[in-house]
């Protein structure tokens, strides 16, 4: 099993393993491959706290305002040829501030965890969930008064800079794709007690509509100090792991509210453990590519 260094502290499990390795000494955002039959593969995780530290002011792309932006995992934005690896970033928007609406080469799923605003005609609030197939357009995004946040995940980096509806030379751009463009219903958190205490593990679909892929989103809640087996991987084309509430043990770390966990597609299936005041996590599995 042999590890490629990146950048700072991450832990990598092994398909075949029960116990995970442990990595140390290590420099950067996480892509730490093990070979597992021929594949190159990991789990990645970030602290969200980590993330909230390093917001930094950035330019939008797509209002030409000043924001503030921070990274999970690889670059902010693409234009590359498609590569493996996770892509996750925070973008955190001005109050009444618009993005243009636009479309992005790569799916995604787009989390968002604070603040209040609309998409297109539909209400988006903490918290909601979005999903969307490669080449399909949406928004205009616009914050409210007291701002907005989202959190773009995408299994792969690569033709992810965004392209504005509003600029020439967009329908040449376009290719094939499903055109999901899906908003969840608003999706309650647990107070602290009965998080806590509760004796059951619960998995809810955070979407109504009929799914016919292998994508999915699902809500997983877990009493203190309760385990329960993520998605088989090769099931689909990988997935997130996001904590909204409570806290999730990884070997030596717990992971607070807003951190993040990406399982590739090659590795072995993740346990979510709960910390000692439960965890509420959004899961969220990428079809495999249909481009």
Same mark, same amino acid.
């Given at each position: 099993?042999?590890?490629?260094?990146?950048? =700072?502290?991450? +832990?990598?499990?092994?398909?075949?393993? #029960?116990?995970?390795?442990?990595?140390?000494?290590?420099?950067?955002?996480?892509? %730490?491959?093990?070979?597992? =039959?021929?594949?190159? $593969? +990991?789990?990645?995780?970030?602290?969200?706290?980590?993330?909230?530290?390093?917001?930094?002011?950035? /330019?939008?792309?797509?209002?030409?305002?000043?924001?503030?932006?921070?990274?999970?995992?690889?670059?902010?934005?693409?234009?590359?040829?498609?590569? $493996?690896?996770?892509?996750?970033?925070?973008?955190?928007?001005?109050?009444?501030?618009?993005?243009?609406?636009? %479309?992005?080469?790569? $799916?995604?799923?787009?989390? %968002?965890?604070?603040? !209040?605003?609309?998409?297109? #005609?539909?209400?988006?609030?903490?918290?909601?969930?979005?999903? *969307?197939?490669?080449?399909? !357009?949406?928004?205009?995004?616009?914050?409210? @008064?007291?701002?907005?946040?989202?959190?773009?995940?995408?299994?792969?980096?690569?033709?992810?800079?965004?392209?504005?509806?509003?600029? @020439? &030379?967009?329908?040449? *751009?376009?290719?094939?794709?499903?055109?999901?463009?899906?908003?969840?219903?608003?999706?309650?958190?647990?107070?602290?007690? +009965?998080?806590?205490?509760?004796?059951?593990?619960?998995?809810?679909?955070?979407?109504?509509?009929?799914?016919?892929?292998?994508?999915?989103?699902?809500? +997983?809640?877990?009493?203190?100090?309760?385990?329960?087996?993520?998605?088989?991987? #090769?099931?689909?084309?990988?997935?997130?792991?996001?904590?909204?509430?409570?806290?999730?043990?990884? @070997? &030596?770390?717990?992971?607070?509210?807003?951190?993040?966990?990406?399982?590739?597609?090659?590795?072995?299936?993740?346990? /979510?453990?709960?910390?000692?005041?439960?965890?509420?996590?959004?899961?969220?599995?990428? $079809?495999?590519?249909?481009?």
């Amino acid at each position: 099993m042999e590890f490629v260094t990146a950048v =700072d502290y991450t +832990v990598a499990w092994r398909g075949g393993l #029960k116990s995970p390795v442990l990595l140390s000494n290590i420099v950067s955002e996480g892509a %730490f491959p093990s070979t597992r =039959d021929g594949w190159n $593969a +990991v789990i990645h995780h970030k602290n969200g706290s980590d993330v909230l530290d390093s917001l930094a002011p950035v /330019i939008s792309p797509g209002s030409g305002i000043e924001h503030w932006g921070s990274s999970y995992f690889g670059p902010r934005y693409s234009m590359t040829e498609i590569s $493996a690896g996770p892509q996750a970033l925070m973008t955190q928007m001005c109050a009444n501030e618009t993005i243009l609406p636009h %479309f992005h080469g790569v $799916a995604q799923f787009q989390i %968002f965890p604070s603040g !209040a605003g609309t998409m297109g #005609k539909t209400e988006v609030r903490a918290l909601s969930l979005q999903y *969307k197939d490669h080449h399909s !357009a949406y928004g205009p995004l616009v914050a409210g @008064p007291h701002g907005l946040t989202f959190i773009a995940l995408r299994n792969r980096i690569g033709d992810s800079a965004p392209v504005y509806l509003s600029k @020439p &030379g967009y329908r040449e *751009k376009l290719k094939p794709s499903k055109r999901r463009n899906w908003i969840s219903p608003h999706i309650p958190l647990s107070t602290r007690p +009965v998080l806590q205490y509760r004796k059951d593990v619960s998995w809810e679909p955070v979407f109504e509509q009929d799914i016919k892929d292998e994508m999915s989103a699902r809500m +997983v809640r877990l009493g203190a100090g309760m385990s329960a087996m993520g998605p088989d991987p #090769k099931g689909g084309g990988g997935y997130y792991v996001f904590v909204t509430t409570g806290s999730m043990q990884m @070997p &030596g770390e717990i992971l607070p509210p807003w951190s993040m966990v990406f399982v590739e597609p090659g590795e072995g299936a993740l346990e /979510i453990k709960a910390g000692g005041i439960g965890l509420e996590a959004l899961v969220m599995q990428f $079809a495999h590519d249909d481009d």
